[in-house]
């Protein structure tokens, strides 16, 4: 027994130093498997044969196992005379030297599904298949006739919400818009009665309420920017005391881009304009860089002649640097004297909380803490009343319908671009990012991209070019597709279309329901 205990100790004792000594010669001499991929940036299209020959030996020498390509705007490296354009027959050639010298020095080469890091997004993305947002245009009615009109077309403008432009938006890019579905139900009694209301500012100044109230996210009245020690304020004055049960905000306007950022502050109620009391605060930027700067907050329903929207810091990023539209990252700013408010409005209408963000017009991590609230059942929109005009509307927009009694709401529903593109890029590369939700155009995006770099690299495609990565998503959020309500129906087991006015922020059936929507 001792023999046998002296054999084992012995050879756990060999095993132990050999194991010690293959350690030690595999972290000096690391397999290729252990060896670190880095990214490679091609910087403003300078890039020559040579220059990739002295990376890429320089990477081998180094210990580098492999790289990942990117071609980008911004960094630093050589100038050269003659600049390579993306997706040329001369950049072909460099992809295809690239290909054979990772062979040889062996090196596991990997290619950035689009120029700059954000997508898959390029120059050949057509209209039709990029990204999309639902837009919609509403009508009121009052049935009992035969209504023959041309319905309001929705926006046309691409950008992220509604008519809010997208920042890098060029006066040549082509716009986008199809028709999806045209729906009526029976408008809730809360949204016919109409209020006057004056609007003033903290100075007591009064504003021009229809830049606020017009559903137009281009108009706009300006604030000065508010300190810790002095907010700034509009105060809404009606005719006569006015059930309030949601509040929508947008900020921005026609060109003042301060922040893609909220502004923190708070909502007030008074029945006597002197005496406030608070209804709920606006939470700022919080985690959401992202955001669209349109929101709607509901609230519990309350009844005052006098409501203030205050703002108690000027928000933005005016101590941080804030994401570009490209993935990158502005400097920080000196803070603006002054922010435009190209929207708020206080509303009869139950709405759902935060419903801009839930329908993901803008990334939305935690729906925590944004429940809506319950609402009256009378003032909701009943799923068993919402009829399906789609087939009645022509192409120009006319429509023809034998309307039952009552009042009704006509939503006009359609898809248009939300603008993102792929970047940071040279202009040469820069095009729509294609649309995420549809297998058919992402598949027409892949071809076209990958096709012509298998046919330049030849028998190095799929050897040394082992890998295609779609890096960073920087292409922003979007909520529909022209296949949307099909592949709903497929994946969930229902049609949605009744369900289409909660993409608006409109109540179906009940808070929950919606919520759930």
């Not at 209209?127 to 009508?139: D, G, T």
């Not at 810091?313 to 994401?323: D, F, Q, R």
């Not at 991209?449 to 295609?468: D, Q, T, V």
Request: proline fraction near 6%.
């Amino acid at each position: 027994m001792k023999k046998q205990l002296l054999c084992i100790a012995l050879a756990l004792s060999t095993y132990g130093v050999w194991a010690q000594s293959l350690l030690l010669q595999n972290f000096q001499n690391p397999p290729h498997s252990a060896k670190p991929i880095v990214w490679w940036h091609w910087v403003g299209n300078n890039v020559t044969k040579e220059g990739i020959t002295k990376d890429l030996e320089w990477m081998k020498r180094a210990g580098i196992g492999g790289f990942q390509a990117f071609d980008v705007s911004i960094g630093g490296g050589q100038t050269v005379e003659k600049k390579i354009k993306y997706m040329t027959p001369e950049w072909f050639e460099l992809i295809k030297h690239t290909a054979a010298e990772a062979d040889r020095l062996g090196l596991e080469m990997t290619m950035v599904t689009a120029a700059g890091w954000s997508e898959t997004g390029g120059t050949w993305v057509k209209p039709h298949e990029a990204m999309k947002k639902l837009v919609w245009s509403q009508l009121n009615i009052v049935g009992g006739k035969t209504f023959k009109g041309i319905l309001p077309k929705p926006p046309v403008t691409s950008g992220p919400i509604r008519n809010l432009p997208k920042r890098t938006n060029l006066a040549t890019d082509p716009t986008y818009y199809a028709d999806q579905k045209v729906l009526a139900y029976k408008t809730p009694e809360n949204e016919l009665t109409t209020y006057t209301v004056k609007i003033t500012n903290h100075k007591g100044e009064t504003l021009e309420a229809k830049s606020l109230l017009d559903d137009d996210l281009l108009s706009k009245v300006t604030l000065e920017t508010p300190k810790a020690e002095n907010p700034v304020y509009l105060q809404f004055e009606y005719e006569k005391p006015f059930t309030a049960r949601s509040f929508s905000f947008a900020l921005l306007g026609n060109s003042n881009y301060h922040s893609t950022y909220m502004r923190a502050g708070y909502v007030q109620a008074s029945e006597d304009g002197i005496t406030f009391r608070t209804l709920f605060s606006l939470p700022g930027p919080q985690h959401d860089i992202r955001a669209v700067p349109v929101r709607t907050f509901a609230f519990p329903e309350i009844t005052a002649k006098f409501y203030r929207v205050v703002f108690t810091t000027g928000g933005g990023n005016t101590t941080v640097g804030g994401p570009d539209d490209f993935g990158g990252f502005r400097q920080p700013a000196a803070p603006p004297v002054s922010f435009d408010i190209s929207e708020a409005i206080f509303s009869s209408e139950a709405k759902i909380n935060r419903w801009e963000d839930k329908a993901n017009y803008a990334p939305l991590f935690a729906f925590e803490g944004l429940k809506t609230p319950q609402v009256p059942e009378q003032t909701v929109i009943k799923s068993q009343e919402v009829i399906d005009l789609t087939s009645k509307m022509q192409p120009d927009g006319t429509l023809e319908w034998e309307v039952p009694a009552g009042n009704w709401t006509i939503l006009r529903l359609g898809q248009s671009l939300t603008g993102a593109k792929n970047g940071p890029t040279m202009p040469d590369a820069v095009g729509f990012e294609v649309d995420k939700l549809s297998k058919t155009h992402l598949e027409s995006y892949m071809s076209q991209w990958s096709n012509p770099i298998a046919k330049a690299m030849g028998e190095h495609f799929g050897k040394s070019l082992k890998y295609f990565l779609v890096d960073s998503y920087e292409a922003d959020a979007q909520n529909w597709t022209e296949s949307f309500i099909q592949e709903f129906t497929t994946r969930r087991g229902y049609d949605p279309t009744k369900y289409l006015p909660t993409l608006t922020g409109k109540i179906v059936e009940s808070a929950e329901v919606s919520d759930r929507c």
